[in-house]
């Protein structure tokens, strides 16, 4: 894929869908947890089960396994979209743009109402700076 940078105004245009796939991600990373503690607390509970039975975990883990998918496939959005996704649970984004001829990062985190912020390519969250 070849590499986009962003406008303000094209990154901040991507938010809505960002914002939606996010909270997405957040919501089935949420309910996997739940699922493999569940599944995990269930096994150790029921020894090895023998082999002329059916797998009784069978359901619980193909639904873990769709979970995965879902979740691969909006992590795959959000960067086909040409966005950098830097953590999930703080909700945090990145998207390549050039600065006075440099490469940038507007960066943007879940709950801000648009990109206020940019870094520099190797300072990170850390080193986030008000755009001007």
């Not at 569940?38 to 979970?67: C, I, N, Q, V």
């Not at 703080?90 to 801000?112: A, I, K, Q, T, Y």
Request: hydrophobic letters at 40%; glycine letters at 6%; one cysteine or more.
């Amino acid at each position: 894929m070849e590499k986009k940078w962003f406008t303000l105004e094209e990154a901040n245009a991507l938010l809505p869908k960002i914002r939606e796939e996010i909270d997405e991600l957040q919501s089935i990373k949420r309910e996997f947890e739940k699922r493999y503690l569940r599944l995990k607390l269930l096994k150790e509970r029921a020894g090895k089960p023998r082999p002329e039975e059916p797998d009784p975990f069978f359901t619980l883990e193909s639904e873990l396994e769709f979970m995965q998918i879902e979740a691969r496939t909006l992590v795959q959005s959000i960067h086909m979209k040409g966005a950098q996704l830097k953590d999930l649970d703080m909700g945090l984004v990145d998207f390549p743009s050039l600065r006075d001829g440099e490469e940038v990062l507007l960066c943007w985190r879940l709950g801000e109402e648009s990109i206020a912020y940019w870094h520099g390519l190797s300072e990170g969250f850390i080193g986030r700076k008000l755009i001007d």
